[in-house]
């Protein structure tokens, strides 16, 4: 689905997709740097460097999941206000369960398929 609106701070929509793709293409980076690490941890081939260096890039890839997810929640409470345009008794369920589907969709995410915010 293609949703030509702003953002919720007021950005175009392409900013965010340019945004996204900034950010995906870093968490990508970290991930694999990270499986890497884990790898050499499991085969008791790690040393103090590289152990601070991996909780060190876990941080990191807390801190760009949050950033991601602030950045596309806007779609999250749009979709939310569209279900509960009548009533807005369980909205907050509704943003509770639309914040977990998009943490799973961040965690998810293949760039090399498509875009994330189309």
């Known amino acids: 689905m293609d949703i030509?609106?702003?953002t919720s701070d007021?950005?175009?929509a392409t900013q965010l997709?340019?945004?996204n793709d900034e950010l995906f293409a870093r968490r990508k980076e970290l991930s694999d740097r990270i499986a890497e690490l884990r790898a050499k941890?499991?085969?008791g081939e790690i040393d103090e460097v590289s152990e601070a260096a991996l909780r060190q890039d876990e941080r990191e890839l807390d801190d760009?999941?949050?950033e991601i997810?602030?950045?596309n929640y806007g779609l999250v409470r749009r979709y939310v206000a569209m279900f509960t345009f009548r009533s807005s008794q369980h909205s907050e369920d509704f943003?509770?369960?639309?914040?977990?589907?998009?943490l799973w969709a961040i965690a998810s995410y293949d760039p090399?398929?498509?875009?994330f915010a189309s």
Request: aromatic share 0%; hydrophobic share 35%; net charge positive.
């Open 17 to 19: 997709h340019s945004r």
């Open 69 to 71: 997810t602030a950045a």
């Open 95 to 102: 943003q509770s369960a639309g914040k977990v589907g998009l």
């Open 64 to 66: 760009l999941t949050s």
């Open 4 to 6: 030509a609106q702003p």
């Open 112 to 115: 090399a398929r498509a875009s």
């Open 41 to 43: 941890a499991e085969a």
């Open 10 to 12: 007021g950005r175009p």
